[in-house]
């Protein structure tokens, strides 16, 4: 099973993201993608944030009748960090094999990210362009380490097994949409999903409205 890994606050979902995953999935050979919903990103402020369960329905919204999974694995797992949650997952489900999925804009700040290395060397990254963040992302002191490990699409997909480091550019029409834009043309949009609690795609448990607890 080959699972590309996309994480991220999702606050709300939005087609950019359905649309950034299945390009992966296809240019890679990718069986499937999760959707890595976050209890909390140590980058971001929590101002704004809305609870996991409606973050995640949002999510299972948007992944309808796609090749994709929504879950909040990281609450389960207690890791905060990317590169504790990466380490976890591989150990977890040792007959995947997992890519590190992200933005250009991911890219430009990897560099602050804690054990941002030991991420590179735990699976592949494929790097998704994204308007206004590719000069960031290639002068980016994390890119300067990663550029040696840099493989074709073309060629990461016919590897007959992956290795890490190994960083794979892709390219495609920009996607304008962002989370920011879609709160504030609807900032109700979590209130609108209802109260209910939703199912964790990966791990199967319910996941409790109020505040993202698991059941």
Same mark, same amino acid.
């Given at each position: 099973?080959?699972?590309?890994?996309?994480?991220?606050?999702?606050?709300?979902?939005?087609? &950019?993201?359905? +649309?950034?995953?299945?390009? $992966?999935?296809? #240019?890679?050979?990718?069986?499937?993608?999760?959707?890595? @919903? *976050? /209890?909390?990103?140590?980058?971001?402020?929590?101002?704004?944030?809305?609870?996991?369960?409606?973050?995640?329905?949002?999510?299972?919204?948007?992944?309808?009748?796609?090749?994709?999974?929504?879950?909040?694995?990281?609450?389960?797992?207690?890791?905060?960090?990317?590169?504790?949650?990466?380490?976890?997952?591989?150990?977890?489900?040792?007959?995947?094999?997992?890519?590190?999925?992200?933005?250009?804009?991911?890219?430009?700040?990897?560099?602050?990210?804690?054990?941002?290395? &030991?991420?590179? +060397?735990?699976?592949?990254? $494929?790097?998704? #362009?994204?308007?206004?963040?590719?000069?960031?992302?290639? @002068? *980016? /002191?994390?890119?300067?380490?990663?550029?040696?490990?840099?493989?074709?699409?073309?060629?990461?997909?016919?590897?007959?097994?992956?290795?890490?480091?190994?960083?794979?550019?892709?390219?495609?029409?920009?996607?304008?949409?962002?989370?920011?834009?879609?709160?504030?043309?609807?900032?109700?949009?979590?209130?609108?999903?209802?109260?209910?609690?939703?199912?964790?795609?990966?791990?199967?448990?319910?996941?409790?409205?109020?505040?993202?607890?698991?059941?």
């Amino acid at each position: 099973m080959k699972v590309g890994l996309l994480g991220g606050s999702f606050n709300p979902a939005h087609g &950019g993201h359905r +649309r950034i995953s299945r390009f $992966a999935a296809a #240019a890679l050979g990718l069986d499937e993608v999760w959707w890595l @919903v *976050s /209890p909390g990103n140590p980058l971001k402020p929590q101002a704004g944030m809305a609870p996991q369960a409606a973050r995640m329905a949002s999510a299972m919204a948007q992944a309808r009748r796609a090749s994709i999974r929504v879950t909040g694995i990281e609450r389960e797992l207690g890791t905060r960090y990317t590169a504790d949650t990466l380490h976890a997952l591989v150990r977890m489900f040792p007959k995947h094999r997992f890519l590190w999925i992200m933005g250009a804009d991911n890219l430009a700040q990897l560099h602050r990210w804690r054990d941002w290395r &030991g991420i590179a +060397r735990t699976m592949p990254i $494929a790097v998704v #362009a994204r308007p206004g963040y590719d000069t960031a992302a290639f @002068v *980016s /002191p994390a890119m300067a380490w990663l550029r040696r490990y840099r493989v074709l699409p073309g060629q990461f997909r016919t590897q007959g097994r992956w290795s890490a480091p190994a960083l794979v550019m892709l390219r495609f029409d920009p996607d304008p949409r962002s989370a920011t834009a879609v709160r504030l043309t609807n900032p109700d949009w979590a209130n609108a999903l209802g109260r209910g609690a939703v199912r964790d795609q990966v791990t199967r448990r319910l996941v409790a409205p109020a505040e993202g607890r698991t059941l």
